[in-house]
């Protein structure tokens, strides 16, 4: 039996010196994660996936509810999702440049709320490691209620001619049954 | 099931199971999905007495692994014991109705109750209460009398299955001639399959049935609802309008006691294996080239030694990639031969949990041959949840269609007047020399094999149990 720990995308150097909050690297890393959740709100996803290395790993792992006693029996990581460049680009084509993607036709309504950001650099030159917090109403048809969902982003990005580009990003979802229907929406 | 059969059990509002499951013409009054009385029906009918899918054994590979799984609205542990053996009990504790596993996996040599500290071996057995020398069970029951609800259970190709009717018919004359084709899929090499991970797991506001129903079959939402996959140039398309209807509307639809399997040409059904000209292939060739999701070259040979002749020349021509296992168990073979060899694509089963009338869960495995290289392994699961499940691109744009329906079926004038039509009738017809049984209807998809599905319903619904 294969036991594949996908925590975390692959093996990422450490981080190493915590970036100051206030500082200038600081706030463009706050700047970015703030143009980001816009872009991915108004659905301007082209423009979006400017913001990725072309090595881009992308993923969400299955959360399971498990005792602090008991071990989980032994089985590869699932994924809700598990992406490189190639599958968001289908992805993006897909919601972005056809009129039959149901799942977000008509489009859903969100609010990405991206909080408690705090970031590293690494041993890596020029790659920063920044985990923030999200919490993401989606709202669709006339419901009066919200799908929601909340959890951490793990991100690594890479400072490219002075530009953040999104390398590494792993979802930690709050949710082992998710309030939505399907993930249609990038996280 | 004859149709002059009547129904033998009424709602409390005096309608009848021919009043809802109008077999003349073919019709489903829009109320199966919203009344509360037929839902417990079904969780007593489908779901208590019925075949239910759990799980597959490779979740719980160690003495003393569990999953928490549900049979219906009922928690059950799925575990196995130092033997090796799994066994299937209700998690709800003898004592006053708490739950006693409290995971959704683990592993744990005796289950021990959090409120009062009763405690229940993984075959579910009473091992004792805390106070042993107070008795604290009492003298009424005997300790034998104590343990977890026990559920019947059957291995089918690894697959777990339970039902809490122990006098039923076997799982075996369940799947009647379903078996042929199924064991195409799932039994068809040494070691058999195993998971890529727990199930993917999402909650949607809709009777089960909304999903229940397209287990039987509905090729033909896929030219509407799932448009992408020939907008995408994933799906084989003959015309010059990349919009023409897709080739594999056009296959064999089985269906046999509700269950049901879709055997389509793969080069009529995706772009990728069309381009590889399989029509001057020969059966040995076919077999390498157009194998089945991760049966990589070295599994062929075991395909030979695990299948017929019969089924082997299906399998490499029109083999199921469709289908469903009455009544919430729906199953999805994509095929992904790559030009170098490498057969990928995704082997996915999905099933609809009933959580009430206007709710339910939508679950889904993974699947590989568990003697598939590594490497195949962690593409597959790529490809897996890029196409299938919570994310998946096909997929996606079923789950968000259903609420829709629950919803219709709570109006007035939508539950009183309005039904899901079957109307469009293939008929029965099978291709000379077809080696498999059941009620085999070829040609364009129609409905079918999902009305097929509905008189399943009728049938496991027209019983009562005491
Ligand atoms: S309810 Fe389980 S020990 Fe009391
Ligand atoms: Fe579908």
């Not at chain 1, 006693?69 to 990581?77: T, Y």
């Not at chain 2, 059904?269 to 390498?288: G, P, V």
């Not at chain 2, 039904?419 to 049984?437: N, V």
Request: charged share 25%.
């Amino acid at each position: 039996m294969t036991n594949l720990a996908v925590e975390k995308p692959d093996n990422l150097a450490p981080h190493t010196d915590r970036i100051p909050v206030g500082s200038p690297l600081y706030n463009q890393i706050v700047e970015h994660l703030y143009d980001e959740a816009a872009l991915l709100d108004t659905l301007d996803l082209r423009t979006w996936q400017k913001s990725f290395t072309e090595d881009i790993l992308y993923q969400a792992p299955v959360q399971i509810t498990g005792r602090k006693s008991e071990r989980l029996p032994k089985k590869r990581q699932m994924m809700h999702l598990f992406e490189n460049y190639f599958s968001m680009e289908m992805r993006i084509h897909k919601v972005h440049d056809t009129a039959v993607c149901w799942a977000e036709e008509p489009r859903s309504r969100t609010r990405r709320l991206i909080t408690n950001i705090r970031a590293w650099k690494t041993e890596t030159e020029n790659e920063l490691s920044v985990v923030s917090y999200f919490l993401i109403p989606r709202n669709r048809f006339e419901s009066n209620e919200y799908q929601i969902l909340s959890g951490e982003r793990q991100d690594r990005f890479r400072l490219i001619d002075g530009e953040l580009k999104l390398a590494r990003r792993n979802i930690i979802l709050d949710m082992s049954v998710l309030s939505m229907p399907n993930l249609a929406i990038f996280l | 099931m004859d149709i002059a059969t009547k129904s033998i059990r009424s709602l409390p509002n005096g309608k009848t199971l021919d009043d809802l499951i109008m077999r003349e013409t073919r019709e489903v009054s829009l109320a199966v999905m919203n009344d509360e009385e037929l839902y417990q029906w079904e969780l007593e009918n489908l779901f208590g007495m019925g075949w239910n899918l759990l799980g597959h054994e490779s979740e719980i590979p160690d003495a003393n692994d569990y999953v928490v799984r549900p049979m219906g609205e009922d928690l059950v542990i799925v575990a196995r014991d130092r033997q090796g053996q799994i066994h299937v009990s209700l998690n709800v504790c003898p004592h006053r109705g708490m739950r006693v596993a409290l995971g959704e996996e683990g592993n744990a040599p005796a289950h021990k109750c959090i409120y009062h500290g009763w405690a229940f071996r993984p075959n579910g057995d009473f091992i004792g209460a805390p106070v042993e020398k107070e008795q604290m069970h009492g003298g009424l029951c005997s300790k034998a009398e104590l343990g977890l609800k026990k559920a019947r259970i059957e291995l089918y190709g690894g697959l777990i299955f339970a039902t809490w009717n122990h006098d039923g018919p076997s799982f075996e004359e369940y799947l009647g001639d379903a078996k042929f084709y199924f064991d195409m899929l799932w039994k068809r090499t040494d070691n058999g399959l195993e998971v890529l991970g727990a199930p993917q797991k999402v909650s949607i506001d809709c009777n089960w049935k909304c999903s229940g129903e397209q287990s039987g079959g509905d090729g033909f939402h896929t030219l509407s609802l799932h448009r992408w996959l020939i907008e995408a140039g994933l799906f084989r398309s003959d015309g010059d309008d990349p919009t023409d209807l897709a080739p594999a509307m056009y296959g064999i639809n089985v269906s046999a006691n509700g269950h049901n399997a879709r055997c389509i040409p793969i080069e009529g059904t995706f772009d990728i294996a069309k381009k590889m000209d399989a029509s001057k292939m020969s059966l040995e060739d076919r077999l390498y080239k157009l194998a089945p999701p991760g049966i990589h070259k070295e599994l062929v040979p075991q395909l030979q030694k695990h299948l017929s002749q019969e089924q082997i020349e299906l399998l490499v021509k029109s083999p199921p990639q469709v289908g469903g296992i009455f009544p919430n168990l729906n199953f999805l073979f994509v095929y992904a031969p790559q030009p170098d060899g490498e057969v990928l694509g995704a082997m996915a089963i999905h099933i609809i949990v009933p959580k009430g009338p206007h709710r339910s869960e939508f679950w889904t495995w993974m699947f590989t041959e568990k003697d598939t290289p590594e490497e195949t392994k962690e593409k597959m699961l790529r490809n897996a949840v890029q196409q299938v499940g919570t994310s998946g691109l096909i997929e996606q744009d079923d789950t968000d269609t259903w609420p829709h329906i629950s919803l219709a079926s709570r109006g007035y004038k939508g539950r009183k007047d309005m039904t899901l039509k079957y109307q469009a009738i293939l008929g029965e017809s099978k291709p000379e020399g077809w080696p498999g049984g059941g009620k085999v209807f070829a040609g364009f998809s129609k409905d079918d094999t999902q009305w097929e599905w509905w008189e399943a319903y009728y049938a496991a619904m027209n019983k009562t149990y005491d």
